[in-house]
């Protein structure tokens, strides 16, 4: 098992690799899809998988769809956000949760989605096996409805935004749906030993974060 990070500003993609396959978790912001393609070309991408619908998760994921010709995932809930990160608002309790959120929102404002249409639809408990990697997809909602995380060999989880280290680790400073968010959190506690991934931020192992 290989895990590459694709550092892109203050957020993350990243290629866990095994045995020739590969699946790409998150896409990034537009400015870094040359630098996401590069570091992609020696990997064999079966899947573009996307961790929920924010556009600086998902924003390039139309463009490296069709160049590395690896189709697109990700949770039902979450497809309306393709065509507007307003349609599940968001929200945020800490001073500085709320200046991400004042950061998010305007950015929502003046960032365009390339529009795409996923071809595969994943929920809690499904494998991706089929793709060459062993790991089980849970679904974390509470950030967006539609947030999953990845379970690599029950050693590697990658969360999205479900949980985030931007200034330190902690659950998700924003939020569509607060208690759903909080019992993610504690979920991703009960999961015990675990390196932790975040869509922002670099990682932590697993601890009480509720």
């Known amino acids: 098992m290989d895990i590459v990070t694709i550092k892109c500003g203050n957020g993350n993609c990243y290629i866990v690799s095994d ?38 998760h998902i924003q390039n994921a139309a463009v490296l769809s069709q160049k590395l010709n690896a189709p697109i995932a990700m949770h039902k809930s979450d497809v309306g956000l393709i065509d507007s990160n307003f349609s ?41 096996e089929e793709y060459g990697i062993r790991a089980k997809i849970l679904h974390l909602p509470g ?22 280290n931007m200034f330190y680790p902690t659950v998700s400073m924003l939020y569509h749906d607060e208690n759903a968010m909080l019992k993610s959190a504690e979920r991703i506690s009960g999961l015990g030993e675990r390196m932790i991934y975040f869509g922002h931020g670099k990682p932590v192992g697993n601890r009480k974060w509720k």
């Open 19 to 56: 045995n020739g396959s590969a699946v790409l978790i998150d896409t990034c912001k537009k400015q870094y899809s040359e630098k996401i393609l590069r570091l992609c070309e020696p990997y064999n991408i079966r899947l573009i998988l996307l961790s929920h619908g924010h556009f600086d």
């Open 88 to 128: 599940q608002p968001l929200s945020a309790r800490k001073f500085l949760g709320k200046i991400v959120l004042s950061a998010s929102l305007k950015s929502f404002e003046s960032e365009e989605i390339p529009p795409f249409a996923p071809s595969v639809f994943l929920s809690e408990g499904d494998s991706l």
């Open 143 to 164: 950030h967006t409805d539609g947030s999953i995380a990845v379970d690599v060999e029950e050693k590697y989880l990658f969360v999205g935004d479900a949980l985030m």
